[in-house]
């Protein structure tokens, strides 16, 4: 696939393309689990679920320009066994939002940034926290789409200095050689793309 071929695609496809594979994992997440470590050192399963869940739904405010607050995480596995189903209504929202007329374009966000880079930064939370949970829940993840891939990696690139700075992305991790892209992508943001939990 070359470049030109990849900027076709609009956040809300790249999106729905995501929630495709994250919304298995998700489902798959049993309870025995819910207590484990995660990739994300400062998250367990339980967390990082309802941070994942903060950033689908604020998410969906900045697609439409509104304001988004992150100050507080609601704890929304508390609310009972439904938060899977509800996680993945959610999702679909946040596709829906972002797949409207002009949903990238312009600036958004707090700091009045591109409504693209914007827009990649939720699929980078819905394509790596996914990861994160598949990890340490004991389930297999295939990967992103290529398209999602090459998306992510200019994102990445873009947004790593300041990232690093905050604390949200860690060093990168050595590239083990015939690494996927996809792995690549994964220890760039600080990832170790071999983490296996402990239930694996």
Same mark, same amino acid.
């Given at each position: ?15 729905? $393309? ?92 707090? $700091? ?8 990649? $930064? ?79």
């Amino acid at each position: 696939m070359d470049a030109n071929r990849v900027k076709t695609y609009g956040i809300g496809e790249l999106l729905g $393309m995501a929630r495709e594979r994250a919304v298995p994992v998700v489902r798959g997440i049993a309870d025995e689990v819910l207590g484990a470590p995660t990739p994300c050192a400062e998250y367990d399963v339980r967390a990082l679920v309802n941070h994942l869940f903060q950033v689908i739904v604020q998410f969906q405010r900045l697609a439409v320009k509104e304001a988004s607050d992150f100050g507080e995480t609601p704890d929304r596995v508390a609310e009972g066994p439904q938060w899977r189903e509800r996680l993945a209504e959610e999702a679909d929202r946040l596709v829906a939002a972002w797949s409207a007329p002009g949903a990238d374009e312009g600036l958004t966000g707090g $700091m009045n940034m591109p409504a693209r880079l914007v827009g990649s $930064m939720a699929l980078l939370d819905l394509t790596v926290h996914v990861w994160d949970l598949a990890r340490a829940s004991g389930q297999e993840f295939p990967g992103a789409d290529e398209a999602v891939v090459a998306e992510l990696s200019g994102a990445v690139e873009e947004l790593a200095p300041t990232a690093r700075k905050m604390g949200v992305f860690r060093e990168p991790v050595a590239e083990r050689a015939g690494a996927s892209a996809f792995e690549r992508l994964l220890a760039r943001t600080g990832r170790d793309p071999y983490w296996r939990g402990g239930g694996e």
